[in-house]
């Protein structure tokens, strides 16, 4: 099946900074989300960007699916960023469902 | 909110017992999956189903099971639990095809 890698694992930052998130994928995608999981383990869904650049505020994303990645960009970040950001592609032939790669953990502080 | 509920939000119980987890769709979603969150194995699919019939298999054990109704609610049927089994457990609902899912706040599960 189709693989999910993020990076960077960790990434620990002081309010205001700016971060990028990056998620490479093995395969061709029809769907790709990125999610924010809160400390209360809510999955916020970001984004739904198989292709192209989408904003959000203070958030932005990117997906070049041709080169089998996607990135995202949060800017003048706050304490309340913090938690675990994932990826999740669906590939082709993948029955629709979602694979999620492993995560990055932001931690954002004061 | 993403309109997906999940009921209940936590649940403790012992080994060996059997737990029903159940997800109701947002409005209009035809499909729902669930999805498991264990910290050995992360965020793992187990199984989709549309309008009433099973549509895909993940990595789910043969003691889960799961159905969608009539009125396009899903349950989850866990049973001859085992502590391993102690994870998040979501649902998620999407129109079909490969158009996004929408998760609920999931169902902590936690075997004793």
């Known amino acids: 099946g189709i693989q999910v890698e993020q990076s960077p694992p960790d990434l620990i930052l002081q309010e205001g900074a700016n971060s990028t998130l990056r998620c490479n994928f093995s395969?061709?995608?029809?769907?790709l989300q990125w999610f924010h999981q809160n400390p209360w383990g809510q999955l916020i869904n970001l984004f739904y960007?198989?292709?192209g650049t989408k904003q959000n505020g203070r958030l932005s994303a990117t997906t070049v699916a041709t080169e089998r990645y996607s990135l995202l960009y949060i800017s003048s970040s706050q304490t309340t960023d913090s938690g675990v950001y994932f990826c999740?592609?669906?590939?082709?032939?993948?029955?629709?469902?979602?694979?999620f790669g492993k995560g990055t953990l932001l931690t954002v502080n004061p | 909110d993403s309109g997906v509920t999940q009921t209940p939000k936590h649940l403790i119980t012992a080994t060996g017992q059997r737990v029903t987890l159940r997800c109701s769709p947002r409005?209009?979603?035809?499909?729902v999956y669930w999805y498991q969150q264990s910290l050995d194995q992360g965020l793992q699919f187990l199984i989709q189903?549309?309008?009433?019939?099973?549509?895909a298999k993940g990595n789910i054990l043969e003691r889960f099971s799961a159905q969608q109704f009539p009125d396009l609610h899903s349950e989850l049927n866990l049973s001859s639990l085992e502590l391993g089994d102690s994870a998040l457990y979501f649902c998620?609902?999407?129109?079909?095809?490969?158009?996004?899912?929408?998760f609920g706040d999931g169902t902590r599960l936690s075997i004793l």
């Open positions: 999740a592609v669906g590939g082709r032939g993948s029955n629709y469902k979602l694979t």
């Open positions: 960007i198989p292709s």
């Open positions: 998620a609902s999407s129109e079909g095809g490969y158009q996004p899912q929408h």
């Open positions: 409005s209009g979603d035809l499909s």
């Open positions: 395969d061709s995608v029809n769907n």
């Open positions: 189903y549309y309008n009433g019939e099973e549509r």
